[in-house]
């Protein structure tokens, strides 16, 4: 149980593209999502919260509008990543967790973009 | 703001030697998780701790939650060569988790 998918699992855009990433819950609801951004060789940054159905809390320097959160229903959310351009190359992971029952995140494998 | 530091950030071990990775928080956390990430793959949920001064074992692994709930450890014992990974502390605060920088293990056969 608990398994959580992201799709793609990499993606090679041409600088000033759009890129959507989806992630899904496939077993549960998910109440609360999270997107993570990790560097090679480093931990994981929060880049954002989304709860169904309200605006995601982006946490401090990560821009609004670069990286659009959408979190429609309680088994998807997607990020879209804005105009990309090369320094947003990196691996973009989600993870889902149902709010009251665990704070458990169960994490989907990953996106690695890379950004021409 | 709320911080947590894991060190030590890279251990070299033999097969068989134990090996033990330390989380602390600047601040009392709900509760903290960890995670363990194969190289090339993704964070999977080993555990959680939530009471203060917990202790939970998972057959070789050994997990220890500080009495004043701002510090963690993972310990394993007699290391095997599928230990290999980068294990995370997240630090549970209001619903947020803050992670470490991770522990990243390798161990020579």
């Known amino acids: 149980g608990a398994v959580v998918s992201q799709h793609p699992s990499w993606v090679i855009c041409k600088s000033g593209t759009s890129v959507k990433i989806e992630c899904r819950s496939l077993?549960?609801?998910?109440?609360?999502m999270f997107w993570y951004r990790q560097f090679p060789k480093q931990s994981l940054m929060l880049m954002a919260t989304s709860n169904e159905g309200s605006k995601a809390t982006y946490e401090q320097g990560v821009e609004k509008d670069k990286f659009l959160i959408n979190h429609a229903s309680l088994t998807l959310s997607t990020l879209t990543v804005t105009s990309a351009h090369p320094e947003d190359s990196s691996f973009y992971i989600c993870?889902?967790?149902?709010?009251?029952?665990?704070?458990?995140?169960?994490f989907g494998p990953g996106t690695r973009l890379t950004v021409l | 703001g709320q911080q947590v530091m894991q060190i030590p950030q890279y251990q070299h071990v033999q097969e068989g030697e134990d090996f033990t990775t330390y989380c602390n928080s600047s601040?009392?956390?709900?509760?903290i998780q960890w995670y363990k990430q194969r190289p090339g793959g993704h964070p999977v949920f080993l555990i959680q701790?939530?009471?203060?001064?917990e202790v939970k074992k998972q057959k070789r692994l050994t997990f220890q939650f500080g009495e004043a709930k701002k510090n963690s450890s993972l310990h394993i014992t007699a290391t095997q060569t599928t230990d290999v990974g980068t294990y995370f502390c997240g630090g549970g605060s209001q619903g947020n988790l803050i992670f470490g920088k991770g522990t990243k293990l390798s161990v020579k056969p």
């Open positions: 993870s889902a967790t149902q709010r009251g029952v665990s704070d458990t995140q169960y």
């Open positions: 701790l939530v009471k203060s001064g």
């Open positions: 077993d549960f609801q998910a109440t609360t």
């Open positions: 601040t009392t956390l709900s509760n």
